[in-house]
């Protein structure tokens, strides 16, 4: 196939134009040149690197009113090469962007959104400035900065909150921070759900494990209050085990009750303190062992609302036994109520 003859090749041209309407089917544009004042139609804008067979590469749409430079090309085509910063009334040409020192490149959208690489490796993207993530080389640091965090993943979900009106500016919000995690990826729901900050009713933090991702049955409910009370609800059993001391100190009263039974043992040593001790039971109190020793200066046995207090000097209790051999009735609470007072 012949190539062009070089009487058919002008000379290429750029001219100084205005966009002033898109085709946004055939993304193309048209182009007013300020020197013609003459419309172009369906104007393609050059780009450093397009694979159209891929679509692959850099592509941007300009808004309407850009200023641009059109190139008229040899063999009659136009395109848009590039765009001009217009001075503003001060006389600046930095049209709006952050101030840049050498090295930074920016990429920035009309609505403020913004890619900034900037020189010493760092990496800025952007909505606004209080919604951005920064890249940061030292320490390789990425530091997000945003009102309200969320990351959902088929593993669960991770979720800062800040419960805001989108029309109210108070910065006095509540904040609640979430984190959700499936047994299973197809779950419907959550295995274990954990919450933190402002709850209901001065909870500060919360944990519930449930027995599956299906529903609500929850086996574990852990509530820790501003307060500073911690409120535990468990469907089966509690362990604790420990190589070290374990010490229990309470300001006010311990209640520890079971609906069935209460065991208490030590290997070596097991002391019951207290200013006052009672042990009460509604059948048989039972104690036993090799030596039982009881101490004190005044022993009570048995209860006599009615009889004076009879102290068990050697001399009575010979008398009681000799009493028991004559009536040859055994010297026992079952035949004789006694109260004794050593």
């Not at 941007?60 to 009659?76: H, N, Q, Y």
């Amino acid at each position: 196939m012949p190539g062009k003859l070089a009487s058919n090749i002008s000379p290429a041209r750029l001219e100084v134009g205005v966009i002033t309407g898109i085709d946004y089917e055939n993304q193309s544009f048209e182009v007013r040149s300020e020197m013609s004042e003459q419309p172009s139609y369906r104007i393609p804008i050059m780009s450093p690197y397009i694979d159209s067979t891929n679509a692959a590469g850099l592509k941007f749409c300009p808004e309407v009113g850009t200023t641009c430079i059109m190139a008229t090309l040899s063999d009659g085509n136009r395109c848009i090469l590039g765009f001009l910063m217009m001075p503003d009334t001060n006389g600046s040409l930095d049209a709006g962007f952050t101030k840049m020192v050498s090295g930074d490149a920016f990429w920035q959208g009309p609505d403020g959104n913004f890619v900034r690489l900037r020189s010493g490796g760092i990496l800025e993207i952007g909505s606004t400035p209080v919604c951005s993530s920064i890249y940061i080389p030292t320490r390789n640091i990425l530091h997000n900065i945003c009102e309200n965090f969320v990351l959902d993943t088929f593993a669960g979900f991770f979720e800062f909150k800040v419960d805001r009106v989108e029309d109210n500016g108070d910065g006095h919000q509540k904040c609640l921070y979430s984190i959700g995690v499936k047994e299973f990826s197809d779950d419907e729901n959550e295995l274990v759900r954990i919450k933190a900050g402002s709850l209901d009713n001065k909870v500060a933090f919360s944990l519930v494990v449930k027995d599956s991702g299906g529903g609500e049955n929850v086996k574990i409910s852990i509530e820790l209050t501003k307060e500073g009370s911690l409120n535990m609800n468990l469907s089966k059993d509690f362990s604790v085990s420990l190589k070290g001391k374990y010490t229990l100190t309470a300001e006010k009263d311990i209640d520890i009750s079971s609906k069935q039974n209460i065991v208490s043992s030590a290997l070596q040593k097991n002391t019951l303190k207290g200013n006052q001790v009672e042990i009460n039971s509604n059948t048989t109190a039972t104690l036993s062992a090799r030596t039982v020793d009881i101490k004190g200066n005044v022993v009570n046995v048995g209860e006599f609302p009615s009889f004076p207090v009879v102290r068990g000097t050697p001399d009575l209790i010979a008398l009681l036994q000799a009493c028991s051999a004559v009536v040859k009735v055994p010297l026992s609470p079952t035949y004789l109520n006694y109260k004794f007072k050593c």
